[in-house]
Every structure is written in C-alpha cells, then in structure tokens.
C-alpha cells in the first residue's frame, strides 16, 4: 500500500504481431475481392478494360456512400432502415424543385437538406423518445417512401437541367468517375472520424456498453442523433447521385438499397450487434458487391441471380471464421 | 401483467372500432358485417403471417425472410400444380407447409449452430429465396390458365358463410393461441425473450427453441405461399416482393416489442386488421392507394411511442436521474 507504482508508459495502440493482420478480416476480404478479380478476368474478355471497370464502380458508390455513415451507425448498436425511403423523398423533392425552375447548385442543395432533415427526424425520435431504431425506421421508411408516392403517384419527374448530370454521369479524370471519387473522399473522411478522433472512439464505446457511456460522461443521445443525420445526409448525397444519374425520379427509386447498404457493413466486419467493425472492411465490401454483381452481368447473369451470390456471399463470410474456429477448437456440432 | 396486455390489445380494438367508424362516416357500407367478413378474408394471409413473425420477434429474432419463402414456396405449389394438376389440394398445402419448413429450419439452423445474428440470417436468406424462385422457375410466370380450378377455387369455398381462406386463418389464429399460452414451447418462447439467461438457467435450450421458432415461420411462410397464389392467381418472381417489412409492421402495430418477450396472439391479430382495414377502406373513400404507405407508416411510428410507454423497463433509475440533471 505504500509504494505507488512508478507512472508506466501506456501506448496509444497495442503492437500488432503481422499474424494478426493476415488473419484479420480485410484480409479474407482482398482474398475474395483477389478471387473474384481473376475469376472475373478469365470468364469474360471484356472485364479487364479500363471503361468496363469504371462501369463497375458505379455499382456500388451510391449505396457505398450510404453504407458508410451506416456503418458508424450500426458500431453504435444502431441501424437505419429508410435510408432508400430518404433516397426517394430527397429525389421527389428534387423533382418538384425542377418543376419549380430550380438551377443544380438549389438542386443539389435541397436533395442534402430534405435528406439532413429526414436524418434528424429519425435520430430525434429514437433519442428524444427512446424508441428502438429498427422499428422506428421501419414506419419512416414507409412514410419518407410514402410521401414520395403522395407526391408523385405513377407519375416521374424528369427534366433535369444539364449541368446537373455532372454528379452521376461527370468524370474527374480520365476513367475515374465524379462518383467514385467522391465515394473515395468520403471513405477516406470517415476513416479519419471514426479511427482517428475521440468522436470515433466514443462511437465504438457506445456500442460497446451505451450505459457506462453514458456513466462515464458520454453524451450518448447527441452521439446517436448525429449519426442518424449523418446516415440521412449520406443518403441526401446518394439521391443527387442516383437521380442525376438517372435524370428522372419515380417514387420506386433505390428500391431495396437499404438492404444492400447494410449487406456491405456488414461484409465489411461490423458488427450487427454493434461495437465493432472498421471503415476499410466497408470500402472492401463495396468493391466485392460491386465486382460480383458486375462480373455476373458481364456473363448475362440475371439480376436476380445475382442476389443469390451477394445472400450466399454475406451468409458464407460470416459463418466462415465461425466454423473455422469450432473446427480448431475440435467441437463442431 | 396479464392484465396489463389485455388492457392495451383492449386499445387496439377500441382504435379499430374507431377507425370502422370514422371511415362509415365517409362510407356507411363498410360497417356492414358482410363488408367486415371480406376485410377479415382479405386480412386472412398478412394475419397468419404476423403470428408466424411474433414468434420469432418474441424470441428476440427477426425472419425477413418470410416474403421470399412464400414467394419461393407458392411458386414450387403452382408450377407442381400446373404440371400434375391431379394432386389433391390437402396434399399441396402439406407440400408447402413442408417446402417453407425447409427455408426456415435453415434460418434456424444458421442462428441456432453458428450463432449468427438472425437480422444477418435473413438479409441472406430474403435475397436467396426469391432468386432460387428465380431459379426452379426460369423466370417465367405460372399463371391463371395453368392452374386448375380445384387450386384457385379451395380458399374460396363457402362453408358455414365463410370463405376457407377465413377458416384457415381461424385455424391457425386457434392453434397459436393455444401453443403460446398452453404449451412448454409458448412459455419457453416469451421466457427466452423477457432474460435469455435466465431461461439457459431455467432449462430451457436457447438455441433450439430459436430454431423451432423459425420452423414455424417458415411454416407459415409456406401456407401463406400457397393461399396467397391461389388469391391472386399468379405466381412469378415479384410475388410478395417488400411483404416483409408489412409483416413486421403488423406485429408493431399489435403490441409486440421488438426488443422480444413481449406481444400476444390478439395483438398481431389486431395488428394485422389495422393495416387490411385500412387498405380496403381508402378505394372506398375515395382516397388515393398511394396514401396507403405513407399511412401505414405514421400508424407504426404512433404504435411504437404508444407501446414504449409501456414497455419502459423499471431500473436504473441513477441514470434517470442524471438524465433529467
């Protein structure tokens, strides 16, 4: 009791041996994402084109934008349901915008507003009235959906100024899409956030344990509540994408896309329980939906069948380390 | 807290009479009991799929997979029927009953042996399904003229002034009602969903009785593959495509926390007839269909603030108090 213990050196990060890397997640992931690459280049001549792979990112961008404020979303032991709902009403409102007059900068600044503002929406009441996210999302993804449908009816709104096709149809440079480097900033943004700053750890430690958290002094409720906005600002984004890329808006757009947004965190190593996952398995995940459904459409696949690999695929890269370890620790049922 | 939830089934069905009457306000016919009975009738299919539901969501899972085993199963029901159309009807509703089992005892089997998260499951599963329907299929469509009479015409056969399809409803309305509050299953199931811990000290099997739960909705996404082909007379890839989430919001609309343990037959019941009532009530008032999801929507998000008011667990009341500081 009397000796203090001299004050001790702790590292900010533990070393990691290299086994651990190999054997890390991302690490399955390039594997498949390697397999599926060459599978793909020696099943079909055109896959190794520049153009045909720059057609192949465009697969997966919009939805991994989304997937990637989920992401954060779903480490917090939350989930976002309406985020294709959001989708459609952002772009109905774009729509009712153009036929109002509106330029692209009003456009595209409405299309992020309603989205925020959707967003917050859901974050105010699963944190105002502590409601449970998957039920709550569930009724707004029928409302933000349903307005769209109140609004447009079987009708489509087209008519999108030109100037406006830029963020779904524009080129940075060379083959590289306004999309695709977009999805990169943003990936590499939250990357930053949520492995580099306190407001990524207290993510993490929420969902971890929302209680101590909240014990410890952590603002949990205001933590939540940005993560939904954020999740509907993504999906803002996404629907200027979408729509732009398009040049129309049904109320049925992004149909289903709330599903593949979360079928990519969670390929990507999050956790649907919450509390663990990491933004590289998100990208990684992108690449391998988007590579897979390319790939399969390159060979006349339907796209129906597709879903079948991309179920097979989350089902099979969850279940693998799990029937792994059993097999090691000598006790599979 | 027996009392407790017949109190608030007692609210939904007060909310539903109120709802009748605001809408014979509009529309005196509908308040009629012939009008009321083909509601039922129609609500018949959302009705027992939402029991098949609450068991898994009392077990604190999840099947989004149901809507794609009933599109999966009706079309395997309808392309047996139109290639061998003698095959007795009882005998096609066990082959359906048989085929959804199959899906679900795999979703059990992947949340009960390998321990994955039953939402991961059946994301898988719901994309799977509905393309292996894409598969055995071809995609193409089983229609009207393939199927026999016998086929379409089995759910629609009066008896006692009511459609089979009713009866069937009635029927598994009956027997789930007496498997959750008769059975050591129904218990074992509401005691896994209230303290899954509790339960393993208790003796009862977690994961088997998970798995026995998604029997049962796979089951019932099974006969519900079956009655609703038989409905609407064709059967292709898009049948029921997005039914799942209305399923789920059926159960929410009853009463049944998604957080398990709590909910009761009468609740996805209700549930269900909530949602018909109002499908069937908007042609006939003279309110567009495109409302319909924009309603269903609001009433879920209200049902959800009206049952958490029950559902606010007791304790920890230090951190209530630092929330309110």
């Known amino acids: 009791m009397t000796d203090t213990p001299a004050p001790r050196h702790i590292p900010d990060r533990l070393d990691k041996p290299l086994s651990s890397a190999i054997f890390s997640w991302e690490a399955l992931l390039v594997a498949i994402a390697v397999l599926i690459f060459a599978v793909n280049s ?9 153009w045909s792979l720059s057609d192949l990112t465009f697969n997966f961008t919009e939805k991994g934008l989304i997937a990637l404020a989920m ?20 772009s109905t409102m774009m729509g009712m915008a153009v036929q ?15 989205g925020l503002g959707c967003g917050a929406f859901n974050g105010l009441l699963v944190t105002r009235l502590g409601l449970p996210s998957i039920v709550v999302t569930i009724g707004t993804m029928s409302l933000f959906r349903g307005i769209a449908f109140i609004i447009l009816g079987d009708q489509a709104y087209k008519g999108y100024p030109e100037s406006f096709a830029f963020f779904g149809q524009g080129y940075v440079w060379w ?7 977009l999805f990169l900033v943003a990936a590499l943004i939250y990357w930053f956030v949520l492995h580099r700053t306190s407001f990524g750890r207290r993510v993490f430690a929420i969902g971890n344990n929302p209680v101590a958290c909240q014990f410890s002094g952590v603002r949990v409720d205001r933590i939540k509540f940005i993560l939904f906005s954020l999740t509907g600002l993504m999906s803002g984004i996404a629907s200027v994408l979408i729509t732009s890329r398009l040049g129309s808006t049904r109320p049925s757009i992004a149909q289903g896309y709330e599903l593949e947004a979360i079928t990519m965190v969670v390929l990507g190593g999050v956790s649907i329980l919450g509390g663990a996952g990491s933004i590289p398995g998100v990208v990684l995940a992108a690449f391998i939906m988007g590579l897979v459904t390319f790939g399969l459409g390159l060979l006349n696949v339907p796209g129906i069948v ?28 | 807290m027996k009392n407790f939830l017949k109190y608030r089934e007692i609210w939904l069905l007060a909310g539903i009479v109120a709802l009748i009457g605001l809408i014979s306000t509009r529309f005196p016919g509908f308040a009629d009991p012939a009008n009321l009975r083909q509601v039922f009738n129609d609500t018949s299919i959302l009705m027992i799929l939402a029991l098949g539901q609450m068991a898994v969501i009392l077990t604190r899972s999840i099947d989004l997979s149901m809507a794609s ?16 159309p003698a095959i007795p009807i009882p005998v096609l509703i066990v082959v359906a009953l048989l085929v959804g089992l199959v899906l679900g005892a795999i979703n059990g089997f992947l949340v009960w042996r390998l321990n994955i998260p039953s939402i991961v499951v059946t994301l898988g599963t719901l994309t799977i399904y509905r393309g292996a329907t894409f598969v055995v299929s071809g995609g193409a469509w089983v229609n009207a003229d393939q199927m026999s009479p016998d086929f379409i015409n089995f759910q629609r056969a009066a008896f006692l002034g009511l459609p089979m399809l009713s009866w069937i409803a009635i029927i598994v309305i009956a027997l789930f009602f007496l498997v959750m509050t008769r059975t050591q299953i129904g218990r074992s199931i509401y005691a896994i969903g209230v303290n899954p811990t509790a339960s393993v000290y208790a003796g009862i099997d977690v994961g088997r009785t ?11 996404g099974g006969l519900a593959g079956y009655l609703w082909i038989s409905r609407y007379v064709i059967a292709s890839v898009e049948v029921a495509n997005g039914y799942e989430l209305n399923i789920i919001a059926a159960c929410v609309i009853g009463g049944i926390s998604i957080a398990g343990g709590i909910g009761s037959v009468g609740g996805a019941v209700l549930g269900a007839l909530f949602l018909g009532i109002i499908s069937n009530a908007l042609p006939v008032i003279n309110i567009s269909p495109f409302w319909q999801m924009a309603i269903s929507g609001s009433a879920i998000i209200l049902a959800v603030v009206l049952n958490a008011r029950g559902e606010r667990r007791q304790g920890r009341i230090i951190l209530r108090k630092a929330e309110a500081a």
Do not use: Q
């Open chain 1, 42 to 50: 020696f099943a079909s001549p055109y896959f190794l084109d520049p």
């Open chain 1, 71 to 90: 992401a954060l979303l779903i480490i917090s032991g939350e989930i976002d349901l309406s985020v294709a709902a959001i989708v459609a009403l952002a």
């Open chain 1, 100 to 114: 109002a007059g509106a330029g692209t900068p009003v456009l595209v600044a409405i299309g992020i507003a309603v």
């Open chain 1, 175 to 181: 083959v590289f899409s306004f999309e695709l480097a």
């Open chain 1, 306 to 333: 597709m879903s079948i690999f991309i179920g097979l695929l989350l089902i099979i890269v969850i279940a693998l380390p799990i029937v792994w370890r059993r097999l090691r620790e000598g006790r599979f049922a």
């Open chain 2, 69 to 84: 085993n009933l599109c999966f199963t009706g079309m395997v029901v309808a392309m047996l029927n139109a290639a061998h």
């Open chain 2, 210 to 220: 998970k798995f026995i739960v998604f029997c049962i909705s796979g089951m019932i």
